[in-house]
């Protein structure tokens, strides 16, 4: 009954002598002195694997059975260890408990932040051999020299996309499952990823915070601001591969060199007529087929 009642009191009469931390339970000690003396006495028999607790060695041996006996609350998605499922479920609550004490920016994750952390040692021993950019970490910079090389080594087996990254190919395959487990909170409008899904609800909320320095207008994303900043500075970094023109946006690119290819993306549903552009395609299903539905194509 003592021991219990220390649960509610916060009472920890167990003390480590090696680094001071407090316990309410003996046991609970008994474990942590492991991480001092480097014990770890609970193997695995089918990998050979040691750990400090039997509890932990229990949870281990789903990865063995692959068993998933957590399943996540918000898309039943399940996992071998409990940890492993929390994690995961910030991604649908958007908790980001692990703060970075020198710009204040938050992770899901305490190796994320670990990682991030080294943004703000000065060293960068990995530089790119093309521009004078470095970094902490020779993955990050790998993937920045994609960057200069067009490198995209991560296929998609469904579709034949590329991508930089394994990750960005991961995001990428929710497409082909048509799973959307983000939920806008406003009008019920589901997303595959989670960023879209915030930046969607800024256009219930009316939020812009992403601003210019230059004049007063305010964006909803960040690469809409540096697009736009692009006004100020003059940048025209899109060259057409056809003629000297260049551009500003990517997408205005695009539409010019459709110009020089001849490329109509744009069908009109009733008649299959093709189109460059789609305000032609707007035009075209306003003047030939007033009555139809497709009036409203997007």
């Known amino acids: 009954m003592k021991i219990h009642e220390q649960v ?13 931390k407090s316990f309410t339970y003996k046991t609970d000690l008994n474990v942590h002195l492991l991480v001092h003396s480097g014990e770890n006495p609970f193997t695995c028999d089918q990998c050979g694997t040691g750990f400090k607790s039997s509890t932990v060695l229990k949870e281990h041996m789903n990865i063995h059975t692959n068993e998933k006996p957590y399943a996540c609350f918000y898309c039943g998605k399940c996992f071998t260890q409990q940890g492993h499922c929390k994690v995961h479920q910030k991604i649908h609550t958007g908790v980001r408990d692990h703060v970075c004490c020198e710009c204040g920016k938050s992770f899901t994750r305490a190796d994320n932040l670990k990682r991030h952390q080294k943004i703000h040692i000065v060293e960068k021993p990995h530089k790119c051999s093309y521009c004078d950019k470095s970094f902490t970490e020779s993955g990050h910079l790998r993937l920045h020299e994609q960057i200069h090389t067009g490198e995209k080594p991560y296929h998609c087996t469904r579709c034949g996309e590329n991508f930089k990254s394994s990750a960005f190919l991961k995001g990428h395959m929710i497409i082909h499952t048509n799973v959307r487990p983000y939920v806008c909170f406003y009008c019920g409008k589901s997303f595959t ?106």
């Not at 601001?225 to 695009?254: A, I, M, N």
């Open 8 to 20: 509610h009191t916060g009472e920890k009469p167990y003390h480590c002598t090696r680094c001071g």
């Open 193 to 298: 990823r989670l960023n879209h899904c915030k930046v969607h609800q800024k256009i219930h909320t009316g939020e812009k915070d992403h601003v210019c320095s230059e004049c007063p207008k305010s964006f909803t994303r960040a690469d809409r601001l540096k697009e736009h900043q692009r006004v100020h500075t003059g940048e025209r970094p899109y060259k057409c591969s056809y003629c000297d023109k260049t551009f500003t946006q990517s997408v205005d690119l695009k539409r010019h060199e459709r110009a020089h290819t001849g490329e109509k993306p744009y069908h009109c549903p009733p008649c299959e007529k093709s189109f460059g552009y789609l305000k032609s395609l707007k035009r075209h299903l306003k003047k030939c087929h007033t009555s139809s539905q497709h009036l409203h194509i997007e």
